[in-house]
Structures are given as structure tokens and as C-alpha cells.
């Protein structure tokens, strides 16, 4: 029995490098045509092009391995079926559940190792080509701005500013308003000042209005023509950092922005759905293995072919349920936790009742 698992474990874990490889090529060269007038219009470097793609394959390897997983399953069974192994296996009194758990094993495996792999070189990656794209392809310098005007920016220590204006060449904020937030995410504090400038590692804000809110809304102002704030945590260096896009985080660093805009009371949709996304897609690799080995084994002539197309349509269907969800979620309408795992559920119940109702 050790040597039918290993067998099948072998040509499985074969038939999903040479499938996740042809996926992500095939994905590559779609996204070259799609993209090939952009690049000349720009005069990007062949090598550049090259390097950009390169960036781009972690996330769609990501992208593409429950892909693959389905096409190897169909693969394995299939040329099983054709050279009568799997009546052979049957006929031994082998249990088509045994070869069942193997394959969900190594599904588990794969979906560690999946989730693992984006939140290390997937969104280092994602980092890398956005400023690779950004310096070689779009021909755009690199962010070395030393002003910026109107924006927010959200502090440790449940601080919130907004600042008309900062020059970091001489660490100046200009018409900046600070607030503080409390734990049930009331505003106690509320400070609006003229300047506020860095020097002996803390910032010095001159004419200030302070006011402190109690628990009934009620205010406390004072005036000062100068004050010292030690409790801010924020470099100079910090307001000139590139808020990165969601997918150039991890989930620790989706965490802790989302604890920081929902300190100021912003809306946190996107990326909740987003990191609870990141937890459910690597399982969908389990849950389409549920689905994808009832079926392999009962598939006859053509079961190759037959379970390539089928494999497509279940790529399709899941994938078009998960952007649904993922639509809805961002969107406030459906809560961001049910967005991100509700295909998962779906389908695996699928899967769970296919592996029930499979002959033996």
C-alpha cells in the first residue's frame, strides 16, 4: 500500500509543477500581449520587460496552484484509469478512500506552503516590480519628494493627523491637526496648531488649541503659545513613507492598519475582506481536491480530456464566486468575513458530499 501512495503521490506532486508551470506561462504571455503597446510606447528594455515578469510570477503562482492541484488530480486517475491501475488497485481490496487522504495530506501541504509563500516572497515581490515598474517601465523617477500637502496620516499611540503641509528639509509641519482616539474610538483629544517643528527627538507645535473631550462630549480648551509633545511617536522620516497597497502587505501589516483607520473611524471594508482573503484562498486548494477526486475516479474513456474541461469550469465557477463575495464585502453589503469564506463553504460542502457518494 506504501508503494501505491508513494506512486501517486509522486506523479501527483509531478503533474503539478509541469501543470502550474504552463499555467503561469500561458498567464505571462496573455499579460505581455496585453500590455506588449504600453511597453513600447514607454521604450521599456527587453530586460526590463523580463524582470518585471519575473517580479509578477510568485503572485501568480499563488494565483494558479488550486488550478493546477485539479488538472494533476485529473492527470493521475486519468492515466490510472487508462492502464487499468485503478481496477487493479480496487480489485486488491485497496480502499479508494486510502488514496484519498494521501492526496488531501499533501493538499494540506500545498495550502501551507501556498500561504506561507505569499506572505513572504509574494508580497516582497509585489513591492519590488511595483517599483521596478514604476523606475524602468513608466520611465518615472523614484519618490524622493521631501514636501507633501492635504493628507492624512495615522500614528501609533491612536494618534491621527492631518497636515496641510510638511517639508521634511526642515522637519516642519504646517497648519497640522492632531486627535487622539480612545479604546471604544471616541475622540478625547483634539489639538490644532500653526507649525509644529522636530528637533531634540520630540515636536514642538507653536500657537496651539488644545481641546479634551470627557466621556458626555463636554470640552476642555487651552491656549498655548508653545507646546512640547513627547508622547508622539512619529519620525520626520515617517510622513514621507508610501502608504503601500494592500498587496504589498502581510497580514500583521493589514492588521495593524486596519487597527489604526478604524482608531480614526474610517472605513475598513476592503481590508478586512482583504485579510480574512488571505487566510481562505489557500484552502481553496483542499476544497477543489474534495471536489476534483470523487470525480476522477469515475470518469472512463476520455477521462483526461473530460476532466481538463472540467477542471476549467470549476475554475471559472469558483473564481467568479469569490470576485462576487469579494465585490460585496468591499462594498459593505455583505460582512467582510462571510465575503471571504462563504464560496469556501459552498464548495466544500460540495466536496464533502462528492466524497460520500463516491463508489469504492
Not at 504552463?22 to 498567464?27: E, N, Q, R, S
Not at 486519468?78 to 479508494?96: F, R, W
Request: charge should be positive; include cysteine.
Amino acid at each position: 500500500m506504501k508503494i501505491i501512495h508513494r506512486y501517486i503521490l509522486k506523479d501527483f506532486f509531478r503533474y503539478l509543477v509541469l501543470c502550474l508551470s504552463v499555467l503561469v506561462f500561458i498567464y505571462i504571455i496573455i499579460n505581455l500581449f496585453d500590455n506588449l503597446g504600453k511597453f513600447l510606447a514607454k521604450n521599456a528594455q527587453f530586460n526590463d520587460i523580463i524582470i518585471y515578469y519575473l517580479y509578477l510570477t510568485p503572485s501568480y503562482l499563488v494565483l494558479l496552484i488550486p488550478v493546477a492541484s485539479i488538472m494533476a488530480i485529473f492527470f493521475v486517475f486519468g492515466m490510472m484509469t487508462k492502464h487499468k491501475e485503478l481496477i487493479a488497485v480496487k480489485t486488491s481490496g485497496c480502499n479508494v478512500n486510502n488514496l484519498f487522504i494521501v492526496i488531501l495530506i499533501a493538499g494540506c501541504i500545498i495550502s501551507a506552503f501556498s500561504f506561507a509563500f505569499q506572505e513572504t516572497v509574494g508580497v516582497w515581490a509585489q513591492a519590488r516590480m511595483y517599483e521596478h515598474k514604476q523606475v524602468k517601465i513608466d520611465k518615472r523617477p523614484r519618490r524622493s519628494e521631501t514636501r507633501r500637502r492635504n493628507f492624512f496620516y495615522y500614528g501609533e499611540n491612536h494618534w491621527v493627523y492631518f497636515i496641510r503641509m510638511y517639508d521634511s528639509t526642515i522637519k516642519q509641519m504646517t497648519e497640522v491637526i492632531l486627535w487622539q482616539i480612545s479604546q471604544d474610538n471616541r475622540i478625547i483629544k483634539r489639538l490644532d496648531a500653526e507649525h509644529a517643528v522636530y528637533k531634540d527627538s520630540a515636536w514642538h507645535f507653536s500657537v496651539v488649541t488644545a481641546r479634551d473631550f470627557d466621556k458626555l462630549g463636554n470640552e476642555t480648551i487651552h491656549e498655548y503659545d508653545r507646546l512640547i509633545i513627547t508622547a508622539l511617536s512619529e519620525k520626520p522620516d515617517d510622513f514621507l513613507r508610501r502608504t503601500k497597497p494592500l498587496e504589498e502587505m502581510n497580514f500583521s501589516e493589514i492588521t495593524n492598519f486596519i487597527r489604526k483607520r478604524s482608531r480614526a473611524g474610517q472605513d475598513v471594508a476592503e481590508e478586512k475582506v482583504e485579510l480574512n482573503y488571505r487566510f481562505s484562498y489557500p484552502i481553496i486548494t483542499i476544497i477543489v481536491l474534495l471536489i476534483t477526486l470523487p470525480l476522477s475516479v469515475v470518469l472512463k474513456r476520455g477521462g483526461i480530456a473530460i476532466g481538463l474541461g472540467i477542471s476549467i469550469v470549476i475554475a471559472f465557477l469558483y473564481w467568479g464566486m469569490i470576485q462576487t463575495c469579494r465585490a460585496y464585502g468591499v462594498a459593505g453589503v455583505m460582512n467582510p468575513i462571510i465575503a471571504a469564506w462563504l464560496p469556501n463553504i459552498i464548495f466544500a460542502t460540495v466536496g464533502v458530499f462528492m466524497i460520500f457518494k463516491v463508489p469504492r
